[in-house]
Antibody
Framework: ELQLVESGGDLVQPGGSLRLSCVAS????????MNWVRQTPGKGLEWVSV???????YYADSVKGRFTISRDDSKNTLYLQINNLRVEDTATYYC???????????WGHGTLVTVSS | DIQMTQSPSTLSASVGDRVTITCRAS????VAWYQQKPGKAPTLLIY???TLQSGVPSRFSGSGSGTEFTLTISGLQPDDFATYYC??????????FGPGTKVEIK
């Protein structure tokens, strides 16, 4: 079974940092286009970042310079390092695989990040 | 930046109805559709505007080209009451989601 399991979400103060993890099973993160997508409470979906098979990374303008996507192929794990957290970063963060046609076919269950003082 | 729109934002319908959701995307984009239920991750319904994802019931269909795309549910079932999102991929701005359409019970 193809599965993605996120962890690392927490309650943090503005300006703080977190590292989110996404462990994959049944698929290889190094062979796919792996993404982070977030959803603010009661609101819609926002694409955050992608890491391509070759290692290239791209970010939404709203997180550029503060978020870093990476992966550890030996652990089959995707990461999202989030620095200088803002209240508006409060959201459920999902990892998701993008298939060849750039649609997200496999999603994790999400991990909640709450930024509040 | 990609600016996507969806209409309507909320749709009230009955079991058995045919419903249509419209999405406006940037030219030249690949479009996908998702269903999301409360507290759950989205699930992929349609990709490349009209290709049904494996395992998705055939009452779901997608169409469109250029900048206007539609998701149609033919014969709404109780399990279909949910929020639906379109998503586009564009080589300039990469990925973006529409604001969503909530399908409610009339």
């Amino acid at each position: 079974e193809l599965q993605l399991v996120e962890s690392g979400g927490d309650l943090v103060q503005p300006g703080g940092s977190l590292r989110l993890s996404c462990v994959a099973s049944g698929l290889t993160v190094g062979d796919d286009y792996m993404n982070w997508v977030r959803q603010t409470p009661g609101k819609g979906l926002e694409w955050v970042s992608v890491i391509y098979r070759g290692g290239s990374t791209y970010y939404a303008d709203s997180v550029k310079g503060r978020f870093t996507i990476s992966r550890d192929d030996s652990k089959n794990t995707l990461y999202l390092q989030i620095n200088n957290l803002r209240v508006e970063d409060t959201a459920t963060y999902y990892c998701a695989r993008a298939i060849k046609w750039n649609a997200f076919d496999i999603w994790g269950h999400g991990t909640l990040v709450t930024v509040s003082s | 930046d990609i600016q996507m729109t969806q209409s309507p934002s909320t749709l009230s319908a009955s079991v058995g109805d045919r419903v249509t959701i419209t999405c406006r995307a940037s030219p030249g984009s690949w479009v996908a559709w998702y269903q999301q239920k409360p507290g759950k991750a989205p699930t992929l319904l349609i990709y490349l505007a009209s290709t049904l994802q494996s395992g998705v019931p055939s009452r779901f269909s997608g169409s469109g080209s250029g900048t206007e795309f539609t998701l149609t549910i033919s014969g709404l079932q109780p399990d279909d009451f949910a929020t639906y999102y379109c998503q586009q991929y564009n080589s300039n701005s990469l990925y973006a989601f529409g604001p969503g359409t909530k399908v409610e019970i009339k």
